[in-house]
Nanobody, 120 residues
Framework: QVRLVESGGGLVQAGASLRLSCVAS?????????VGWFRQVPGKEREVVAR????????WYADYVEGRFAISGDNSKNTVYLQMISLKPEDTAVYYC????????????WGQGTQVTVSS
């Protein structure tokens, strides 16, 4: 079983940058892992922001963050990052990372989330 812990959130002004981290413990990410960053605003559905395929490094971004957010992984630290630049007030949300074992059809493991608040 893997445990995911996010960090790096905070309160920033519009235009600022933040880097979120998602550290896995219990077992390492493997070549069969896909890690995603999601966000959720109260009253709205959780939405996927970006994801990375651990084996090949394939990346995917939601249209509304492409060009501003970058997902990356550090195998030696068992950590996935989400670098966010040019933050907008509409990026305000709780950000979660989650792990999917490729082929299982869903994200089985989730972190507790980290709050990102962007003021205008």
């Amino acid at each position: 079983q893997v445990r995911l812990v996010e960090s790096g959130g905070g309160l920033v002004q519009a235009g600022a940058s933040l880097r979120l981290s998602c550290v896995a413990s219990g077992r390492p990410f493997s070549m069969y892992t896909m890690v995603g960053w999601f966000r959720q605003v109260p009253g709205k559905e959780r939405e996927v922001v970006a994801r990375i395929n651990w084996s090949g490094g394939d990346l995917w971004y939601a249209d509304y963050v492409e060009g501003r957010f970058a997902i990356s992984g550090d195998n030696s630290k068992n950590t996935v990052y989400l670098q966010m630049i040019s933050l907008k007030p509409e990026d305000t949300a709780v950000y979660y990372c989650a792990e999917q074992i490729v082929g299982t059809g869903g994200y089985a493991y989730w972190g507790q989330g980290t709050q990102v608040t962007v003021s205008s």
